[in-house]
T-cell receptor, first 114, second 111 residues
Framework: DTGVSQNPRHKITKRGQNVTFRCDPI?????LYWYRQTLGQGPEFLTY????????KSRLLSDRFSAERPKGSFSTLEIQRTEQGDSAMYLC????????????FGPGTRLTVT | SQQGEEDPQALSIQEGENATMNCSYK?????LQWYRQNSGRGLVHLIL?????REKHSGRLRVTLDTSKKSSSLLITASRAADTASYFC???????????FGKGTKLTVNP
């Protein structure tokens, strides 16, 4: 399978715990994006990487959130001290630089904070 | 903030009928894309239309773009129960070309 993969698919955690999600993009894609989607809404941009460099972060990304893409391949999104408001679907997408507007999405990680 | 706004928010039709969804956006664009999302799943890219195109077809999908009205429509012909999903329009913004989505249209196709 050469699509975007995300792990885990589902995560249930208690408020205050830390969680980490992983995204593996399509192998030749230089850009990687993270989005968050709450129920009944469209996805909202969180951050993006070009190769290993994190080039933009949304103001939605509070200090409790951190994302990395250490070798320009897979990426991780960590949420520290989770809150109930963090419950959402976290989506990863990747693209080529020259076709950056055409993004391919993974299946998402659904986070539930109890 | 949301860029596109889809209309209607929900649409219920019978199998075999056509479904039309509309999207309005606010700022100038290079292209506009439509995505499908089955319940609880990731997004599937359906079609991209560039700002210099007025109409594009892909199988049973027909997309139009009117840049003067800042609007687009997605037509699904001869709908099937498997088309039941939420449909989103999205436009790339800024140097990052991050996608800005609307709230989506929830389509239900009844068998």
């Amino acid at each position: 399978d050469t699509g975007v993969s995300q792990n885990p698919r589902h995560k249930i955690t208690k408020r205050g715990q830390n969680v980490t999600f992983r995204c593996d993009p399509i192998s030749e894609h230089n850009r990687l994006y993270w989005y968050r989607q709450t129920l009944g809404q469209g996805p909202e941009f969180l951050t993006y990487f070009q190769n290993e460099a994190q080039l933009e972060k949304s103001r939605l990304l509070s200090d409790r959130f951190s994302a990395e893409r250490p070798k320009g391949s897979f990426s991780t999104l960590e949420i520290q001290r989770t809150e109930q408001g963090d419950s959402a679907m976290y989506l990863c997408a990747s693209s080529l630089i020259r076709r950056a507007g055409e993004q391919y999405f993974g299946p998402g990680t659904r986070l539930t904070v109890t | 903030s949301q860029q596109g706004e889809e209309d209607p928010q929900a649409l219920s039709i019978q199998e075999g009928e056509n479904a039309t969804m509309n999207c309005s956006y606010k700022t100038s664009i290079n292209n506009l894309q439509w995505y499908r999302q089955n319940s609880g799943r990731g997004l599937v890219h359906l079609i991209l239309i560039r700002s210099n195109e007025r109409e594009k077809h892909s199988g049973r999908l027909r997309v139009t773009l009117d840049t003067s009205k800042k609007s687009s429509s997605l037509l699904i012909t001869a709908s099937r129960a498997a088309d039941t999903a939420s449909y989103f329009c999205a436009t790339p913004q800024g140097g990052s070309e991050k996608l800005v989505f609307g709230k989506g249209t929830k389509l239900t196709v009844n068998p």
